[in-house]
């Protein structure tokens, strides 16, 4: 079993920053690919930034430029550094985490194996 704990969720008027972070535990040594879900109020889940075990990254269209997804070494720790912010980014965003690649789980419609809990942003105006 894996287990993700996400970390700095908060408040930030827009064109602020946050950094995202989610620590990965358990059978880790698993994990390929992991990313970063949103979800707003009233609106489906949707997939923000995605990084495979080859390092490739993919993006949703109304984040680029202005999100980065990295890792550490470990590939135990993934961040998502969010400039710009602006208030349609407000969501509960999630941690996710696969044994295969983000990307092409993504393309078929396919929930990622493994969640953390969520951490709050909220963009005000």
């Known amino acids: 079993q894996v287990q993700l704990l996400e970390s700095g969720g908060g408040s930030v008027q827009a064109g602020g920053s946050l950094r995202l972070s989610c620590a990965a535990s358990?059978?880790?040594?698993?994990?390929?690919?992991m990313g970063w879900y949103r979800q707003a109020p009233g609106k489906e889940r949707e997939g923000v930034a995605v990084?495979?075990?080859?390092?490739?990254?993919s993006y949703a269209d109304s984040v680029k430029g202005r999100f980065t997804i990295s890792q550490d070494n470990a590939k135990v720790s993934l961040y998502l550094q969010m400039n710009s912010l602006k208030p349609e980014d407000t969501a509960m965003y999630y941690c996710?985490?696969?044994?295969?690649?983000?990307?092409?789980?993504?393309?078929?419609?396919?929930?990622?194996?493994?969640w953390g809990q969520g951490t709050q942003v909220t963009v005000s105006s």
């Open positions: 358990g059978y880790t040594h698993n994990i390929y690919s």
């Open positions: 990084i495979d075990g080859d390092g490739s990254t």
């Open positions: 996710a985490a696969d044994t295969g690649s983000m990307k092409v789980i993504q393309a078929l419609g396919v929930p990622p194996a493994y």
